[in-house]
């Protein structure tokens, strides 16, 4: 099978080439999957560089134990383990992979069954591998963390990204005012979208203009604790979803200090995969819910693509198709 690899960690159009490698088979629990779409995402950038380098903890100290990154797919399941009983040959699944392993870059996946739900027939690839991710990340940040409720004031940083643009939608749901935070080459996009206000994080500095805001989610977090909490009305809710790793810490640990002298919430969202993924089929269903996607591209064009990413040049989800 085709697949893209990397063996040092660097930048991507250094270190990823194509390559053809063995298809895997299933075990007992897993599934193979024929691959037809996948997404470009934070983790992506992580891993192919190796920072910030705590993750190398995670992904390998001096080489990454994992030679095919990518952790979001849509495709069809072409062989099952001898356990598996939720899918069968032929099946058209979705997910989020990364409770159980990463290589999504590639034509075949053999993962654990558990890691996908089945795709709905309204849905394309293309939507079903931009949705896993972005969209709970969304959901989970905005509803389960963030208690949204109608007629909030929402800022959301990071607002032309996957995670933004679908997090936008989910918040309209609720009648809130939407403030959408990123560079000044993505603002016409966003008030198209529906942002109600717009800022360039260039010009200006949301957690010193003054406004103040009842939930804040943040795919960014790349300020003090201190600022966040300053652009928080008396009962704001701030929630996190990623960001700079510092920062992320510090934010943690403020946000537990600080909770006993103030009604001010700060979060940081821990992802729970697929977890919801059905509520957001059925929003997608209903024409309620759909991703902005960058592409698709193909294979060959990712090292670009993810570099892109990295320098935050993307708009909405990056999506390769691997398979038609």
């Not at 103030?262 to 940081?268: D, F, G, H």
Request: net charge positive; proline share 4%; charged share 25%.
């Amino acid at each position: 099978m085709k697949a893209l690899i990397f063996e040092k960690y660097g930048l991507p159009k250094k270190v990823l080439k194509l390559s053809e490698e063995a298809t895997p088979v299933p075990k007992n629990s897993e599934v193979l999957v024929k691959i037809h779409c996948t997404a470009i995402n934070d983790y992506d950038w992580s891993m192919v560089r190796g920072k910030p380098y705590l993750y190398r903890l995670m992904f390998g100290l001096t080489k990454p134990k994992a030679k095919i990154m990518g952790m979001e797919l849509s495709g069809t399941v072409v062989q099952v383990g001898a356990a598996v009983k939720d899918f069968l040959i032929g099946d058209e699944v979705f997910g989020d992979t990364s409770n159980h392993g990463f290589g999504t870059f590639a034509e075949y996946i053999s993962i654990d069954h558990k890691a996908l739900v089945r795709k709905p027939q309204s849905m394309s690839f293309e939507a079903a591998a931009a949705l896993p991710h972005a969209a709970l990340l969304a959901l989970q940040g905005l509803k389960d963390i963030g208690k949204i409720k109608k007629g909030m004031k929402v800022l959301i940083n990071g607002a032309g990204g996957g995670v933004g643009t679908l997090a936008l939608q989910l918040a309209k749901m609720y009648a809130c005012e939407v403030t959408g935070v990123d560079k000044k080459e993505k603002l016409t996009m966003l008030k198209a979208l529906g942002y109600d206000y717009v800022i360039d994080y260039n010009a200006v500095d949301f957690t010193q203009n003054g406004h103040l805001y009842d939930l804040i989610l943040d795919c960014k977090t790349n300020k003090s604790a201190f600022a966040y909490h300053r652009a928080l009305k008396p009962e704001g809710n701030y929630v996190s979803i990623g960001g700079n790793l510092i920062d992320l810490i510090t934010t943690l640990i403020w946000g537990k200090l600080l909770r006993p002298f103030s009604n001010k919430k700060l979060n940081i969202l821990s992802l729970k995969p697929n977890h919801g993924l059905e509520e957001i089929a059925a929003l997608y269903d209903k024409k309620q819910l759909k991703p902005v996607i960058d592409g698709p591209h193909p294979l060959a064009s990712t090292p670009e693509k993810l570099q892109l990413f990295g320098e935050g040049k993307h708009k909405g989800k990056v999506i390769i198709a691997i398979q038609s």
